[in-house]
């Protein structure tokens, strides 16, 4: 049996796969065929002409191997307007190019079946079916397309659309109008070495591939050795350089399908849309070309789109968590900060080294530095003990940063503090915080990540706490007892005893 696949035949065309005659080579995919079912006879078909005449090739003998009569199986199984063949021919496409690829599957199919219409298929018969994966008339005793259109009928119908769609194929116009080039020479084309003429490049692949086949010749006889019924060893290795040639052929057959597929001689558009897209963008696109030969264009393209999508999604998230981090919580403030940050880079690279080490070395006086605002004293890493005016010693106590309530300047603070040190507990690990187990950790301040850290609290639960101790310490005019906080906590008492020595050292709260 001959099988002709159209791998590289023009989309929406009659096409399928071919069967002819093994003696007479008549094309007889649309008649009754006669298989030969011996092992020796592999995909060995006859026309009926042939058969009833007693005639064989090559090993067939046609008085004692077995036969099989195969009909065309124009008759509708599942849908109206499909046949069981072209059912078959699906399947068996799908198979062979792997479903996805409707183009090659329809070309498979034949019959001016359409990519749209072979995928729209698929998917209302098999994977919308509700006897999923198998159509909804699969039973063998479901007859009713078979009573309701007859043979004859769906044949006469089918017909009817192929002559149809080849009219329609033949007044339809070219879906890229041909530029006719001023000559088939590389030099007249935007790619180097490619001529339009003759659609070849000056170096093909695989080019010395017709050097092994260049002085090979095949006398008449030659082939099979009388007296052994063997094939001559010469030709088979002929034969056998003969299929690595063919395969290099296809090799390269492919390899243009996908340049001309994807539009890769188009040199200045490609450029062009390079030139839009950023350096990593680029490079993103260019380690993803690999895959357009597994894919068509428009596949690809938004393949491509897809991955650059993530990329700049990926880019806006990381702008956001260093916002974040930054503490700004809002767009305004984030464009502020990025112009800002764009304009220090820019005048750091313009400025030369030698006046940097001079603005260095210069003995300028040190600009004074702004008093802090109201809003200033609330986001500082120390918060102000709000005590009542009426309180005893309220202006006595020292406030930690250096700030009383509203931004006023206290005389009595203390800016030169001790730093605190957390005594660690026996017999205890610190914890250290990652991304995914500290997701409040940017909420905390150094001295308090390490109380955290040194007692094993997640920052959750330490952030309950302090509010907790807090407004108890505000209703009770900034003073508690250490028992007091362990009746609040419920938590372990040597950690209840660091968080409340921490916050008495901050100033946050004072012992009663």
């Given at each position: 049996?001959?099988?002709?696949?159209?791998?590289?035949?023009?989309?929406?065309?009659?096409?399928?796969?071919?069967?002819?005659?093994?003696?007479?080579?008549?094309?007889?995919?649309?008649?009754?065929?006669?298989?030969?079912?011996?092992?020796?006879?592999?995909?060995?078909?006859?026309?009926?002409?042939?058969?009833?005449?007693?005639?064989?090739?090559?090993?067939?003998?046609?008085?004692?191997?077995?036969?099989?009569?195969?009909?065309?199986?124009?008759?509708?199984?599942?849908?109206?307007?499909?046949?069981?063949?072209?059912?078959?021919?699906?399947?068996?496409?799908?198979?062979?190019?792997?479903?996805?690829?409707?183009?090659?599957?329809?070309?498979?199919?034949?019959?001016?079946?359409?990519?749209?219409?072979?995928?729209?298929?698929?998917?209302?018969?098999?994977?919308?079916?509700?006897?999923?994966?198998?159509?909804?008339?699969?039973?063998?005793?479901?007859?009713?397309?078979?009573?309701?259109?007859?043979?004859?009928?769906?044949?006469?119908?089918?017909?009817?659309?192929?002559?149809?769609?080849?009219?329609?194929?033949?007044?339809?116009?070219?879906?890229?109008?041909?530029?006719?080039?001023?000559?088939?020479?590389?030099?007249?084309?935007?790619?180097?070495?490619?001529?339009?003429?003759?659609?070849?490049?000056?170096?093909?692949?695989?080019?010395?591939?017709?050097?092994?086949?260049?002085?090979?010749?095949?006398?008449?006889?030659?082939?099979?050795?009388?007296?052994?019924?063997?094939?001559?060893?010469?030709?088979?290795?002929?034969?056998?350089?003969?299929?690595?040639?063919?395969?290099?052929?296809?090799?390269?057959?492919?390899?243009?399908?996908?340049?001309?597929?994807?539009?890769?001689?188009?040199?200045?558009?490609?450029?062009?849309?390079?030139?839009?897209?950023?350096?990593?963008?680029?490079?993103?696109?260019?380690?993803?070309?690999?895959?357009?030969?597994?894919?068509?264009?428009?596949?690809?393209?938004?393949?491509?789109?897809?991955?650059?999508?993530?990329?700049?999604?990926?880019?806006?998230?990381?702008?956001?968590?260093?916002?974040?981090?930054?503490?700004?919580?809002?767009?305004?403030?984030?464009?502020?900060?990025?112009?800002?940050?764009?304009?220090?880079?820019?005048?750091?690279?313009?400025?030369?080294?030698?006046?940097?080490?001079?603005?260095?070395?210069?003995?300028?006086?040190?600009?004074?530095?702004?008093?802090?605002?109201?809003?200033?004293?609330?986001?500082?890493?120390?918060?102000?003990?709000?005590?009542?005016?009426?309180?005893?010693?309220?202006?006595?106590?020292?406030?930690?940063?250096?700030?009383?309530?509203?931004?006023?300047?206290?005389?009595?603070?203390?800016?030169?503090?001790?730093?605190?040190?957390?005594?660690?507990?026996?017999?205890?690990?610190?914890?250290?915080?990652?991304?995914?187990?500290?997701?409040?950790?940017?909420?905390?301040?150094?001295?308090e990540q390490q109380l955290c850290s040194a007692i094993r609290i997640y920052p959750k639960p330490?952030?309950?706490?302090?509010?907790?101790?807090?407004?108890?310490?505000?209703?009770?005019?900034?003073?508690?007892?250490?028992?007091?906080?362990?009746?609040?906590?419920?938590?372990?008492?040597?950690?209840?005893?660091?968080?409340?020595?921490?916050?008495?050292?901050?100033?946050?709260?004072?012992?009663?």
């Amino acid at each position: 049996m001959g099988v002709i696949k159209k791998k590289i035949a023009t989309r929406g065309t009659e096409g399928g796969v071919k069967y002819v005659c093994d003696v007479c080579s008549g094309d007889i995919t649309s008649t009754v065929r006669i298989r030969c079912g011996h092992p020796a006879c592999h995909d060995y078909d006859l026309c009926v002409p042939c058969f009833s005449n007693g005639e064989s090739s090559k090993d067939h003998d046609p008085s004692s191997h077995p036969y099989s009569v195969i009909e065309q199986h124009s008759i509708p199984i599942y849908a109206e307007d499909w046949g069981a063949d072209e059912e078959l021919m699906l399947l068996e496409g799908a198979e062979t190019y792997g479903l996805g690829s409707w183009a090659d599957i329809a070309d498979h199919i034949g019959g001016y079946r359409t990519k749209d219409e072979v995928k729209k298929h698929y998917e209302d018969i098999y994977v919308d079916s509700p006897n999923f994966p198998l159509p909804e008339k699969a039973s063998p005793h479901d007859r009713s397309l078979l009573d309701a259109i007859s043979r004859d009928e769906f044949q006469a119908r089918k017909k009817r659309r192929i002559e149809q769609r080849k009219e329609a194929a033949k007044t339809a116009p070219p879906a890229t109008p041909k530029q006719k080039p001023t000559a088939s020479v590389p030099a007249c084309h935007e790619v180097a070495g490619y001529m339009p003429g003759r659609m070849e490049f000056e170096t093909e692949y695989f080019n010395e591939a017709e050097e092994g086949v260049q002085h090979m010749q095949f006398d008449p006889g030659d082939g099979m050795n009388p007296r052994t019924e063997d094939l001559d060893p010469e030709v088979e290795l002929k034969l056998a350089v003969m299929d690595i040639y063919n395969s290099r052929l296809t090799a390269r057959a492919n390899r243009k399908k996908v340049i001309f597929e994807h539009n890769l001689l188009e040199y200045r558009k490609n450029t062009a849309l390079d030139k839009k897209r950023t350096k990593e963008e680029r490079d993103l696109v260019n380690k993803a070309k690999p895959f357009a030969r597994m894919m068509p264009r428009q596949d690809f393209e938004q393949f491509c789109a897809g991955l650059v999508y993530e990329y700049n999604l990926r880019q806006a998230i990381t702008q956001l968590q260093d916002w974040r981090q930054m503490g700004l919580g809002d767009f305004k403030r984030g464009e502020k900060y990025e112009a800002e940050k764009l304009q220090r880079a820019q005048k750091v690279q313009t400025m030369p080294a030698v006046d940097r080490l001079a603005m260095a070395r210069s003995n300028k006086p040190t600009p004074p530095v702004d008093q802090p605002s109201a809003a200033a004293a609330l986001v500082a890493p120390e918060l102000p003990i709000r005590l009542n005016p009426a309180g005893p010693n309220f202006n006595d106590r020292a406030l930690t940063n250096g700030h009383a309530v509203n931004g006023t300047a206290s005389p009595s603070a203390t800016p030169n503090k001790p730093k605190y040190t957390i005594p660690p507990l026996p017999n205890v690990q610190p914890l250290r915080f990652e991304n995914e187990n500290a997701s409040d950790l940017h909420l905390l301040t150094k001295e308090e990540q390490q109380l955290c850290s040194a007692i094993r609290i997640y920052p959750k639960p330490y952030l309950v706490m302090k509010e907790l101790l807090l407004k108890e310490a505000m209703k009770q005019g900034g003073g508690m007892k250490k028992k007091t906080a362990r009746d609040i906590c419920k938590i372990d008492v040597n950690k209840c005893g660091r968080i409340f020595d921490f916050f008495v050292h901050a100033g946050w709260l004072a012992k009663a």
